[in-house]
């Protein structure tokens, strides 16, 4: 039996949908001692009122390389952003490849062996797709550090209910996918923001050791 008590985590991009709930479920599991989730902004209050909660204000652009809290039993990154959003591909990279890199090499440098990521699905350096092909490459960046346990979780389209910023060509796949969902094949139907977070909770705190790729048909049956 894997031992899960006393747990350290380290939360990226705990401000998103899916990093929200790995808070909310990870800062209620009785396995879990202490989450810090560095975040350019404080987190509300919804999570802060827990006490084994740490919520440092970082400029990721400027990671404090010597902050304590970088030593963790396990790491989970759900940061990403939009092209929209970003404003430009060289931007967009820089947040879902360089920012994701640097907080994962800090990270292993200072002790932590476990790294668990939310990439999407289809997700390949070698992708048409630019979004899919960065997301492919950071995966291939992650496997080429020395982590005792990695695991990559590649969602579909996400369903967990309004965003703080404007995603309309995700909405309307989630629309699709809510309506047509027979038709669609499971590996791209839309998955609850509240499964893929457990998926990766259960893969941080079991750390299973070597590389493992949850497929987005696979998140529901981690739980």
Not at 38 to 44: A, D, E, F, G, M
Not at 134 to 143: P, R, T
Request: with cysteine.
């Amino acid at each position: 039996m894997v031992e899960t008590k006393g747990k350290t985590l380290l939360v990226f991009g705990g401000s998103g949908l899916v990093g929200m709930d790995i808070l909310r479920q990870a800062l209620a599991n009785p396995a879990v001692t202490k989450v810090v989730a560095p975040t350019r902004r404080p987190l509300p209050v919804s999570v802060t009122h827990y006490a084994h909660l740490e919520n440092p204000q970082i400029d990721f652009s400027e990671l404090p390389d010597d902050a304590p809290w970088w030593q963790a039993d396990a790491a989970l990154c759900a940061l990403g952003t939009t092209l929209k959003q970003a404003g430009s591909k060289a931007a967009f990279r820089l947040v879902d490849r360089d920012y994701v890199c640097a907080a994962a090499r800090l990270s292993l440098r200072a002790g932590t062996r476990t790294f668990v990521l939310n990439s999407a699905v289809g997700a390949s350096p070698r992708s048409g797709s630019f979004y899919l092909r960065v997301k492919g490459e950071v995966e291939h960046d992650l496997a080429a550090m020395d982590f005792r346990s990695l695991t990559l979780v590649r969602p579909s389209i996400l369903d967990g209910g309004p965003r703080p910023d404007d995603r309309p060509g995700e909405v309307m796949g989630l629309l699709i996918s809510r309506t047509f969902k027979p038709l669609i094949p499971k590996r791209l139907r839309a998955v609850k923001t509240s499964d893929v977070a457990a998926a990766m909770l259960q893969a941080a705190l079991t750390a299973p050791v070597g590389q493992q790729v949850i497929e987005s048909n696979a998140i529901t049956r981690q739980r």
